[in-house]
């Protein structure tokens, strides 16, 4: 008999599958028998939270009660079956799950869950397929315990198992402030922009209890931000994620301002943290910061929403440039988990730990940067850094040059895609490359070359320049390496004419392997990231991985790329970069830390 309380923290779950193991202690065999193979499965193969009304209704608990008479409750039940007064119930199976589940027709249950956990995990992850077969021997015979214990202790030595527990840990480890507890904690923050991302920001403060003073040039403009929030915060509600009453408090902590009133100056000498989420144009933010100051108290952070600008060079506006931070949130922003703090040389701890506290209090995972071209995220991934649809990140910056590298050496566009997609990628580099636009690509790109030189050296930027002439954008013009749906039920074409220009700067066609164009992609991707933590833009592998995973959408499968250098092995990763820089060019020259690790074969974890 099983008693939950009510309360908004309340979550039941079986979240073991998200760590590459499966529910054991009888997890599998005791659960279907509880709530019914189909919602057993759902449970299970997904590690979903369950909430208290809906674990009641669905028979995982016996009863709700209020958190203030959770014991209450709990002693009253114990008496109730103790004297024969309370009876469990059970909760009666409709027809048709009667059919499915307690006939031989269940086979066609697993079969379809089967087919459901193959397409959605393209058998990376191993898991699922274990906790449906120990399911199943639970309904097969009386070996459902054995097959479960079996199966739990294979899982437990399974690379994916540790590089998924490995992510769990790091998250764990991030969660802790490294500069201690803040001096003043942000109770009202300012910002600066309404659009997309700004509302974001709003919301992600707002919701944890921080008063947002949400400020744009006009009112309309303000108040579009903050019906954004309330349009996003109502599908909450809908979803029922959230009370109707929620919404209505966090609402309350969003305050609308705009240049047209006088009355935002009053506001703005309450504000603990101001952030300012405008256009990535440094003569723009040094006027933001500078029409800001003089209302702002002395001890009022300033913080930079930029993601591919120097912080150092921003603070140069600011009177008080040790006030002066970096946090680069991924759009949309109440989803991504990740955000980057990014300190320049001037940044003080105590500024950096409140910041890293507003992150934290945000539900963010917070990984602490040096202010150089790119940061992390985008240095790895630069050419999706100036925009806010798709997370993005330095180590990509040499991956997006490999792209134009192979597919002037004749790998097909829609090849490279798939490829990336079959490896792990949420998305392949060209889908990339027009959902963020070719020519914020192309700007980054070269600001990233300017910067890094060799290591941004790939293919010719002359292709994307082409492009960008001929005025495909990509997603947002309609047409950029692929041709965009013009309805929901038809699907994307490739561009002939984007085509067209890639093979004018196409220099010969090496024929190359998937298993060549993947590694090609894949390492320069991976050694950028070796980079950044022996420059030490990074603190450690656990924070690469970490931002690479929440940032970029590494496959969680792999841990990261570090992770994956120590499955690989740095000896063979470092000698495969070796071969690649013998024949393709000094950008696959392997990071001096890995060649050092490589020597003896020892790993970054």
Partial sequence: YRVASSGKKTQLALPEVMLGLLPGAGGTQRLPKLVGLQAALDMMLTGKNIKPDKALKMGLVDQVADPYALETAAIDAAEGLASGKTKKKTKAKGVVNRLLEDTPLRSIVFQKAGEMVAKKTGGHYPAPKLILEAAQAGYAGSNGFEVESTNFAKLSQTPEAKALMSIFFGQTQLKKNRYGKPSKPVQTMAVIGAGLMGAGIAQVSATKGIRVLLKDRDAASAAKGEDHVRKSLDDRVKKRRMTGYDRDVVMSNVIPLSDQDEVWKAHMKHADLVIEAVFEDISLKHKVIQGLEP???????????????????????????????????????????????????????????????????????????????????????????????????????????????????????????????????????????????????????????????????????????????????????????????????????????????????????????????????????????????????????????????????????????????????????????????????????????????????????
């Fill in 295 to 605: 209302f702002l108290s002395p001890d009022c952070i300033v913080a930079t929403n930029t993601s591919a600008l120097s912080v150092a060079e921003i603070a140069k506006a600011s009177q008080r440039p040790e006030n002066v931070i970096g946090m680069h949130y991924f759009s949309p922003v109440p989803s991504m988990p990740l955000l980057e703090i990014i300190r320049h040389p001037g940044t003080s701890d105590d500024v950096a730990a409140r910041a890293v506290d507003v992150g934290l209090r945000q539900g963010k995972t917070c990984i602490v940067v040096k202010d150089v071209p790119g940061f992390y995220v985008n240095r790895v991934y630069p050419v999706a850094c100036l925009m806010v649809y798709i997370m993005a990140s330095r180590c990509l910056g040499p991956y997006i040059a490999e792209t134009l590298a192979l597919v002037e050496s004749g790998v097909e566009i829609e090849r490279l895609d798939k490829l990336m997609t079959k490896w792990g990628l949420p998305v392949g580099p060209i889908t990339l490359a027009d959902e963020v636009g070719v020519d914020v690509g192309a700007h980054v790109n070269q600001t990233l070359s300017q910067a890094l030189g060799v290591r941004m050296q790939g293919g010719n930027p002359a292709i994307f320049q082409d492009m960008i002439n001929a005025g495909f954008l990509g997603k947002k013009t309609g047409k950029g390496f692929y041709i965009q749906p013009t309805n929901k039920k038809s699907k994307k074409t490739i561009n002939p004419e984007a085509v067209a220009i890639v093979h004018k700067y196409q220099t010969r066609d090496l024929n190359l392997s998937d298993e060549d164009a993947t590694n090609r992609l894949i390492s320069r991707f991976v050694n950028e990231a070796i980079l950044c933590v022996q420059d030490e833009i990074i603190a450690s592998p656990t924070e690469g991985d970490i931002g690479a995973v929440f940032g970029i959408g590494f496959p969680p499968f792999l841990g990261g790329p570090f992770r994956y250098v120590d499955r690989i092995g740095t000896a063979k990763f470092n000698d495969q970069l070796l071969r690649y820089a013998d024949k393709y060019g000094d950008q696959f020259t392997p990071a001096p830390l890995l060649q050092d690790l490589a020597k003896t074969n020892k790993t970054f974890h």
